[in-house]
């Protein structure tokens, strides 16, 4: 099993907390209907879970993680919106202790890249959806990401979470790789498409680089570069002053492209 890189500092989790069903998974909504079953694989802390909730309701949506501190997270923010069609589990990916055609849709926001195997895990999302049903999926792509000003430091985090990243058993350039893996995994019927993240405003600049620098500093990612020699204490500092050189430039800009696939069960 793969370690996951980001870890749930509040760095990390400003990040995740800003997704939701709009901005992260446009592609599967036309794909949604009242009342059909949802399972949310790696469901984080539950934004993007909730969105769905309470479009399949009366249906029901299953809150997946691999473990219950993570879970808690998602509960939290079920909780918070006084939602009642919420179940949750926790479990891993690779062997889900669910039943064969328990969903309608199975989904995972940015998990492929994160897991050991992700041909095994989309198996695995296979089995567990009906017949019929869809299997969906979105990643990011490191390799694919692009920004101006070019601040040097910014090709130094970039390079270090690849490294990062790689050493915990993932693969950040998984956006790519999403229709490889659907095909591999089994599926014959996949709609393989593309979107970007954008950030260019002074507001987005200043949330997008100020949680960087904060995250290249304190979150797991930085424990594992420190502990593997993989970076200094000075690396990230510098990389750190980098990401607020970058928020505070006002002709800044950011994208982040993402693979996504819908694969028919």
């Known amino acids: 099993m793969a370690t996951y890189t980001h870890g749930h500092h509040e760095s990390v989790l400003r990040s995740h907390r800003w997704r ?7 592609y599967l909504l036309p794909h949604l209907s009242s009342g059909i079953s949802l399972l949310d694989v790696g469901c984080g802390p539950g934004t993007i879970t909730a969105d769905l909730a309470t479009r399949v309701t009366p249906g029901r949506v299953t809150a997946l993680e691999r473990t219950a501190a ?4 998602a509960r939290a923010e079920v909780s918070r ?5 919420v179940d949750f589990a926790v479990g891993d990916v690779h062997a889900l202790d669910l039943p064969d055609d328990s969903f309608d849709v199975v989904h995972a926001h940015q998990v492929l890249q994160h897991v050991a195997d992700p041909v095994v895990a989309l198996r695995e999302m296979r089995r567990v959806t009906r017949p019929g049903g869809v299997v969906a999926a979105r990643d990011s792509d490191y390799a694919g990401f692009h920004w101006y000003p070019l601040v040097p430091e910014l090709d130094e985090w970039l390079a270090l979470y690849q490294r990062v990243a790689r050493g915990n ?17 089994g599926f014959t019927d996949v709609t393989a498409t593309a979107s970007v993240w954008g950030f ?3 507001e987005d600049r200043q949330w997008w680089g ?3 620098a904060d995250r290249i500093l304190k979150s797991d990612m930085a424990e594992t570069a420190l502990r593997t020699g993989a970076a200094t204490e000075n690396d990230l500092r510098r ?3 980098g990401w607020r050189r ?12 993402h693979g996504e696939i819908i694969c028919r069960a």
């Open 20 to 26: 939701t069903a709009e901005n992260s998974a446009a």
């Open 70 to 73: 993570a879970l808690d997270l």
């Open 81 to 85: 919106q006084a939602l009642t069609n």
């Open 169 to 185: 058993g993932g693969e950040p350039d998984a956006g790519r790789r999403m229709l490889a893996w659907a095909r591999a995994a």
């Open 200 to 202: 260019a405003t002074d």
């Open 210 to 212: 100020g949680m960087w």
């Open 239 to 241: 990389i750190s002053d």
């Open 246 to 257: 970058w928020a505070d430039d006002p002709d800044g800009w950011f994208a982040i492209p």
